[in-house]
Structure formats: C-alpha cells, structure tokens
T-cell receptor
Framework: GAVVSQHPSRVICKSGTSVKIECRSLDFQATTMFWYRQFPKQSLMLMATSNEGSKATYEQGVEKDKFLINHASLTLSTLTVTSAHPEDSSFYICSARPRGGSSNQPQHFGDGTRLSIL | QKEVEQDPGPLSVPEGAIVSLNCTYS??????FMWYRQYSRKGPELLMY????GNKEDGRFTAQVDKSSKYISLFIRDSQPSDSATYLCAMSVTGFKTIFGAGTRLFVKA
C-alpha cells in the first residue's frame, strides 16, 4: 500500500523549455503533497507544500512563478518548471501524505524525476 | 545548529555485521520519528515510523527513540549488500513540516 507514482522519471530538454512533472497517489487519497529537490549526495530540500483545492505554500527562496504547482485532485499534483535553465537541472521528488487520520502520518515518496537542461 | 544532525558517512561494513545509524536533534517538541531508505536515483522508501520514545522492531530493523537525549537510532541486523543505500532520519511535530536529516550512506560489502 501507499504507492506514489511520479512521471516522467527522466527528462532531457533544451534551455527555455517548460517541463511538467506529475505525482499520483495510486492507492490512497492525499490531501497534502510535497515537492522536493535533491542535489547529488545531499538531503531533500522542500520546495513547496501542495494542498488539494488551494494554492501551494512555497518555501523561502523558491520562486512560485518559476515552479508552478497544481493540486487539482486528491490523487494528483503537478510541478511545472517554466522556462527551465541549466541551473534547474536536479532530481525532483514528490511525496504524499494519506488523507484522514493524524496530520503526522508519514509521507510516501515517488521515485523522482531526473531533469537535465542542456 | 541544524534541527537534525546526521553523519553523512560513508559507513562501510562487511556482510552480516550489525549496523547502527543515528541522528540527534535539538527540538524537544518532535514527537514522530521516521527512517527512510533511499537507493541511488530513487525516491526515499519508508522503513520505520515511531511515536515518542521506545523501540520498534520490524524484521532485521529496529528503531530506537530516546527523547531525553534527543537521539534516535536505526539498527540493521545481519546486514546484506542489498542494504547498501542512503538512510534518512526524519521527525515532525503536529502541525509542522517534517524535518529530514542529511542522510547516511551505507555500504555493505559481500
């Protein structure tokens, strides 16, 4: 149980392209989803918290116009990296917290998207 | 001072060894403690989830929480090469975001 699917797993594209990453909770509903960025050999850096039906909450230093987040349903959140540049190249990981029960239920992660901007 | 401190390693052990992974933290309000395993180029996978102090065992894995010392541990018995991964500790308090450690890279040699 608690499977999170993230797609695509790998993206290589030219500078200036916008890239959309999908995060789906397959066997549970998720009121809250999270988007992280991870650089090699470093820990997770929270970018934003996505709540179904409302605007995402971005962490300090994360440009909300650059990283567009949409959480349209209880099973789907999307991250769009707009006008991507080489410095946006990274490993992006989503996670989801099951709906209901304690707000401290653990997060379950997708397998990440490796984004490379040429 | 970071809220959660975790030695990045790497930690290298022979197959069959008992592995001890640890985190310390500064926020005494943390109530929920987690350990995740992350293989290279994959997302973290939840291994253990505990509330407050005490021990929890699941197969070869044992999680310990000592709130008085602000110290948590993950023990892996009979370690296998397939246990080679990065292990992340994480903790949270009601209503606030989860804080992750930097992760410890573990290598189990056959």
């Amino acid at each position: 149980g608690a499977v999170v699917s993230q797609h695509p797993s790998r993206v290589i594209c030219k500078s200036g392209t916008s890239v959309k990453i999908e995060c789906r909770s397959l066997d549970f509903q998720a009121t809250t989803m999270f988007w992280y960025r991870q650089f090699p050999k470093q820990s997770l850096m929270l970018m934003a918290t996505s709540n179904e039906g409302s605007k995402a909450t971005y962490e300090q230093g994360v440009e909300k116009d650059k990283f567009l987040i949409n959480h349209a349903s209880l099973t789907l959140s999307t991250l769009t990296v707009t006008s991507a540049h080489p410095e946006d190249s990274s490993f992006y990981i989503c996670s989801a917290r099951p709906r209901g029960g304690s707000s401290n239920q653990p997060q379950h992660f997708g397998d990440g998207t490796r984004l490379s901007i040429l | 001072q970071k809220e959660v401190e975790q030695d990045p390693g790497p930690l290298s052990v022979p197959e069959g060894a008992i592995v001890s992974l640890n985190c310390t933290y500064s926020n005494s309000a943390f109530q929920y403690f987690m350990w995740y395993r992350q293989y290279s180029r994959k997302g973290p996978e939840l291994l253990m989830y505990t509330y407050s102090s005490g021990n929890k065992e699941d197969g070869r894995f044992t999680a310990q929480v000592d709130k008085s010392s602000k110290y948590i541990s993950l023990f892996i018995r009979d370690s296998q090469p397939s246990d080679s991964a990065t292990y992340l500790c994480a903790m949270s308090v009601t209503g606030f975001k989860t804080i992750f450690g930097a992760g410890t890279r573990l290598f189990v040699k056959a």
